[in-house]
């Protein structure tokens, strides 16, 4: 059974950093492409970024120059490092698996920036 579990969330200010991390087990994680979503109160959830098996990244460009996608195959982990945080980056972040004709989602993470 394929688990994903995200660390990291919590209370920062605007303009500090925080790093997510995504913790995958019950799958080879190195040959799928992950992702991480968000969801803030009253929106729809959006995806932030993605990061294929072979490492190549795409970002939505809320977050461009700001957000940094990264995975460690040794690990089974994914991260997203967080810079430069905005109130409105306030949100539920999920890690997401894709897999062939499936998607797994972790439990998500909370993520408030205060101004």
């Known amino acids: 059974q394929v688990q994903l579990v995200e660390s990291g969330g919590g209370l920062v200010q605007a303009g500090g950093s925080l790093r997510l991390s995504c913790a995958a087990s019950?799958?080879?994680?190195?040959?799928?492409?992950m992702a991480w979503y968000r969801q803030a109160p009253g929106k729809e959830r959006e995806l932030v970024a993605t990061i294929t098996s072979g490492g190549a990244t795409n970002y939505a460009d809320s977050i461009k120059g700001r957000f940094t996608i990264s995975r460690e195959n040794a690990k089974n982990t994914m991260y997203l490092q967080m810079s430069s945080l905005k109130p409105e980056d306030t949100a539920i972040y999920y890690c997401n698996l894709k897999g062939v004709g499936y998607s797994i989602w972790g439990q998500g993470t909370q993520v408030t920036v205060s101004s």
């Open positions: 019950g799958t080879i994680f190195s040959s799928k492409t």
